[in-house]
C-alpha cells in the first residue's frame, strides 16, 4: 500500500503543503474554513501525524538517515555517502541514504526541502533511527515550520556544510572555499598569473574561495576568471577550456571543483599541446581521480571519513541535542595534495 504524505492530502484539500505543515504543527493561524478542508482531506487520504512519543523508543535504533543534494550528479555527494556507509558499520550502524534532487527550478543554493524533510522527520520519529545528517543544504532557509517539529520531537540533526552559514544545528563545516584559497595561493607561489577557475552551478563556495584568495593578494598583474560549465561532460568541459584558452592564451594555472573536471581538462589540455604542469598547471578537487591520470594532478583532498566519524559521533552524543544547548560547530579543513609529476 502506497505510503500517503503531506503533498497528497495537500492535493485532495487544494492548498499548499506550506498551509497543511501550519495546520497541522498548530504554530500559525489556520481559517476555520480552511481547516474543515484539511481535516477532511487527512481523514479521506487516512494521513496521521506521528505520535508525541519520546524519541529513540522505536525498534530501529540502529539506522541514521542520510540526506544528500543531486546524488545521481554530485560526485562529492558520491563519496560522501560511500563513506558514510563504511564508517557507520564501525559504530554498528545502517545508514538510509536519502537523495533529493536540485534544479535550477528549486533555487540553487538558497532551496531547502522543507517537504521531504518534514517527511522523514516523521519516519526517523515513528521507527526510532537515531537521528538525520544532512549534506549540500543549510537550514538558513529551513522553513520555521520544519524547525518546530524538530524540535518538538527532539530529533538529533548534524548538518555538512561545505562553507559558512548561518545554523541553528549542529554542523561540521568542510571548507570548499578555504580548498581553493590555499589552490590559488600555491599557484601564485609557482609564479602563475593567469588563472583560470571552473565551476559547475551552485559551487559557489569554491568560487568565492578562488575570488577571496586573489582579491586578499592584490596584485596587479595578477588576473584571475570563472567560468561556469553546465555539466562534467567531457565534450562541455573541453569547450569551456578551448573558449578560455581562446581569449586568454597565456592561461597558465587552472583550478577545478572536481577530479572528473579535472580529468576532462588535462585531456583537452594534452590534445591542444599544452604541457602539465609546465606551460599550465591544473589542480582538481576531492582527490578522487588524480593520482590516477597522466600526468598524476595536484588535488585539494576532502577528509571524508573524518567528517562521517565526527557527523555520527556528534549525532549521537545525546549531550549535544540537550535542549537549549547551543549549537556546536566543527571545521575540518581540507588538504592541497601536490603532485609536479610530467608527461614528456
Excluded at 602563475?192 to 568565492?208: E, V, Y
Excluded at 599541446?273 to 576532502?302: C, Q, W
Aim: charged share 25%; net charge negative; aromatic share 4%.
Amino acid at each position: 500500500m502506497k505510503k500517503v504524505t503531506i503533498r497528497d492530502v495537500a492535493k485532495a484539500a487544494g492548498v499548499s503543503t506550506a498551509t497543511i505543515s501550519r495546520a497541522i504543527s498548530g504554530k500559525t493561524k489556520v481559517s476555520p474554513e480552511t481547516m474543515a478542508i484539511i481535516e477532511k482531506a487527512i481523514r479521506e487520504t487516512g494521513y496521521l501525524e506521528p505520535e508525541q512519543v519520546p524519541f529513540g523508543s522505536g525498534q530501529s535504533e540502529g539506522q541514521v538517515y542520510f540526506v544528500m543534494k543531486s546524488l545521481s550528479s554530485n560526485k562529492y555527494a558520491e563519496l560522501l555517502n560511500q563513506s558514510m556507509i563504511r564508517v557507520a558499520e564501525k559504530f554498528r550502524l545502517r545508514v538510509v541514504s536519502v537523495n533529493i534532487e536540485v534544479d535550477d527550478e528549486r533555487n540553487g543554493d538558497r532551496y531547502f526541502p522543507d517537504d521531504e524533510i518534514m517527511e522523514l522527520v516523521k519516519e526517523v520519529v515513528r521507527i526510532g533511527a537515531r537521528g538525520m545528517i544532512i549534506s549540500g543544504f543549510s537550514d538558513q532557509w529551513m522553513a520555521k515550520e520544519v524547525k518546530q517539529l524538530i524540535l518538538n520531537h527532539q530529533v538529533p540533526i548534524v548538518f555538512i556544510n561545505r562553507s559558512m552559514t548561518l545554523n541553528s544545528f549542529n554542523r561540521i563545516l568542510t571548507g570548499s572555499d578555504r580548498g581553493t584559497y590555499m589552490a590559488v595561493q600555491y599557484l601564485v607561489r609557482e609564479g602563475r598569473r593567469d588563472l583560470l577557475m571552473i565551476q559547475l552551478p551552485f559551487h559557489m563556495g569554491k568560487t568565492r574561495g578562488f575570488v577571496e584568495a586573489v582579491s586578499s593578494l592584490a596584485m596587479e598583474d595578477l588576473n584571475h576568471r570563472v567560468m561556469i560549465a553546465e555539466n562534467s561532460d567531457p565534450g562541455e568541459i573541453a569547450r569551456v577550456i578551448g573558449e578560455a584558452l581562446e581569449e586568454n592564451p597565456d592561461t597558465d594555472g587552472i583550478i577545478c571543483c572536481d577530479d572528473e573536471i579535472a580529468a576532462a581538462a588535462l585531456r583537452k589540455l594534452l590534445m591542444m599541446g599544452k604541457k602539465v604542469p609546465e606551460d599550465i598547471d591544473l589542480i582538481g578537487y576531492n582527490d578522487n581521480l588524480a593520482p590516477l591520470l597522466t600526468p598524476p594532478l595536484s588535488s585539494v583532498r576532502v577528509p571524508m571519513n573524518k567528517i562521517c566519524e565526527t557527523a555520527i559521533e556528534m549525532l549521537l552524543d545525546t549531550r549535544q541535542h540537550a535542549p537549549g544547548e547551543p549549537a556546536k560547530t566543527v571545521l575540518l579543513d581540507p588538504q592541497l595534495i601536490i603532485r609536479k609529476d610530467s608527461v614528456m
